[in-house]
């Protein structure tokens, strides 16, 4: 079956530390997103790509890196930066039949 | 600056009723809006995509509509069932090049059916 695998389902980071979340698509899509969903806020979007070895900036990007080498993987990385990064991270690809959504990674700060 | 709205933000109803959720945008310039659903700390399962040139979309029990010129789309569940309770969630797409396919979500109607 065609979709979008993110890993792990549940991460949690220590004051200080960088952490990679995983996101992989098996479906032959060029372009790929990553949001983030808290309670109260709806979905924002982060980093988004449209080709490989192309990434941009989404609306709240700060505090956040992304890379692009394969057209089927689009990994996240919270950095240090991101003074609050609990919440609910969701990756996507998009065609023509539009969006198809993983099942996201769930990241606490403890 | 797109922004969706949905209403009403919370649902319960008894099983085997009609219902319909309500999604306005503010700007009627989109590629395509999209209904998705969301159960409790799960990603997100599209419902059923309206390109712009479209009025309507069914899929089973679920048909969506769309009136670009005035900002809103509907999405009609027929004979709720309490498997339909989740969170169902509007997203427009903007048209045009800057847009790189962005989607911009409403807060979303919490859909509670009960038996």
């Known amino acids: 079956d065609g979709g979008i695998t993110q890993s792990p389902k549940y991460l949690f980071r220590k004051e200080g530390q960088n952490v990679t979340l995983s996101c992989e698509q098996n479906?032959?899509?060029?372009?790929m997103y990553w949001y983030r969903q808290d309670p109260g806020q709806g979905l924002r979007l982060i980093y988004y790509?449209?080709?490989?070895?192309?990434?941009q900036k989404g609306d709240i990007a700060e505090g956040y890196s992304v890379s692009r080498e394969k057209k089927e993987s689009f990994p996240l990385t919270v950095t240090s930066a991101q003074k609050n990064p609990t919440a609910f991270y969701l990756c996507?690809?998009?065609?023509?039949?539009?969006?198809?959504f993983g099942s996201g990674t769930r990241l606490t700060v403890v | 600056k797109q922004e969706v709205t949905q209403i009403p933000a919370a649902l319960s109803v008894p099983e085997g009723e009609n219902l319909v959720l309500n999604c306005s945008f503010t700007?009627?310039?989109?590629?395509?809006l999209q209904w998705f659903r969301q159960d409790p700390g799960k990603g997100l399962t599209s419902l059923l995509l309206?390109?712009?040139?479209?009025r309507e979309q069914t899929s089973g029990r679920l048909n969506a509509s769309l009136d670009k010129s005035s900002g809103r789309s509907t999405l009609y569940i027929a004979a709720s069932q309490p498997g339909d309770s989740a969170t169902y969630l509007c997203?427009?797409?903007?048209?045009?090049?800057?847009?790189?396919?962005?989607?911009?979500f409403g807060q979303g109607t919490i859909l509670t059916v009960h038996p």
């Open positions: 996507a690809s998009r065609s023509r039949e539009g969006y198809t």
């Open positions: 479906l032959n899509h060029d372009a």
């Open positions: 790509s449209q080709i490989v070895n192309d990434f």
């Open positions: 700007d009627s310039a989109i590629y395509n």
């Open positions: 309206i390109q712009s040139s479209q």
């Open positions: 997203a427009v797409m903007d048209a045009g090049g800057t847009s790189y396919g962005k989607l911009t």
